[in-house]
């Protein structure tokens, strides 16, 4: 008989190792368009260009996402975005933490180099 | 300056804000945007105009050259007000009242420089104390110094007595150096 379903009174504790998550948590991606894909990976990098507009696709409520960005341009973010602290830093790496925290709203938090 | 008409409200900004939220999305680094026309961002261009006698209006938005601006108005300074008067037997009457008072404007004008002249004085009030006191003489310099501060404030009287419009009650200046 196949096993089809995996309760959780399977899993024993602290049993799910961080080799057995899925890219979304694990990987880093280097972005080469704008849209961030939040099935993709943990980390997203990128060196801009020119002004920069983001969209994301897959973000699901309670997701965390990483961008390390730079690029002294200007950057938008999708609408429902609200800063809660820092601001960004053209001329050094910045380190770009988004949490998802309800429908079409996303709390983001700007950190940089020292 | 530069100004956007955000809700039918016009805000005006030194420069671009570095942080811009609208119907496109959340910006940041925004100052380094190429094209602030683009998010509703136009300059402001304040008219030359003299600010004794006239004042600027509420600033609005000149479509055919696209830019933020305000017209310039004359103060009009022969306006007046009306007020009610109620004497002691409790009749009402109407009073008018210039909205700018000549006498009452160069009456502020005579007490500012005697301030300024008190405040000239001052500092050698000490020479007559000492001579009410000591009899000690005071120096024919510091006579002459205090002299010429009178002489100023009295000058400056006669000239201030002498204007006749609002207009040059209100640009007038002074200078206790001349």
């Given at each position: 008989m196949a096993i089809t379903k995996v309760t959780s009174s399977v899993l024993s504790d602290d049993?799910?190792?961080?080799?057995?998550?899925?890219v979304e948590f694990t990987a880093s991606s280097a972005l080469s368009?704008?849209?961030?894909?939040?099935?993709?990976?943990q980390v997203f990098t990128k060196t801009l260009s020119g002004a920069t507009t983001f969209t994301y696709a897959n973000d699901e409520i309670g997701m965390v996402k990483d961008l390390v960005l730079t690029g002294d341009y200007a950057i938008t973010w999708p609408s429902g975005t609200k800063i809660i602290t820092g601001t960004y830093d053209g001329s050094v790496a910045n380190l770009i933490q988004v949490v998802?925290?309800?429908?079409?709203q996303y709390w983001l938090s700007i950190s940089k180099e020292a | 300056m530069i100004a956007i008409e955000k809700s039918g409200t016009i805000q005006t900004f030194?420069?671009?804000?570095n942080e811009w939220n609208d119907d496109k999305g959340y910006h940041i680094n925004?100052?380094?945007?190429?094209?602030?026309e683009d998010y509703g961002f136009y300059n402001v261009v304040t008219p030359e105009y003299d600010q004794v006698t006239q004042q600027l209006s509420q600033i609005f938005w000149d479509a055919d050259n696209k830019v933020f601006t305000y017209t310039v108005n004359n103060i009009d300074f022969d306006a007046t007000y009306t007020i009610e008067v109620e004497d002691e037997e409790g009749n009402k009457t109407e009073e008018t009242k210039s909205v700018y008072d000549k006498d009452k404007l160069k009456a502020n004008i005579i007490s500012s420089v005697k301030k300024d002249a008190n405040n000239l004085l001052s500092p050698t009030d000490w020479y007559s104390s000492r001579k009410t006191e000591l009899g000690t003489a005071i120096p024919d310099s510091i006579l002459a110094d205090r002299k010429k501060i009178r002489d100023k404030v009295i000058a400056i009287e006669a000239e201030v007595a002498a204007l006749t419009t609002v207009e040059s009650i209100l640009k007038y200046t002074y200078n206790f150096n001349d």
């Open positions: 049993s799910v190792s961080y080799d057995k998550l899925g368009g704008t849209a961030i894909d939040w099935d993709v990976a998802k925290t309800a429908a079409g | 030194t420069r671009l804000p925004f100052r380094k945007i190429t094209n602030k």
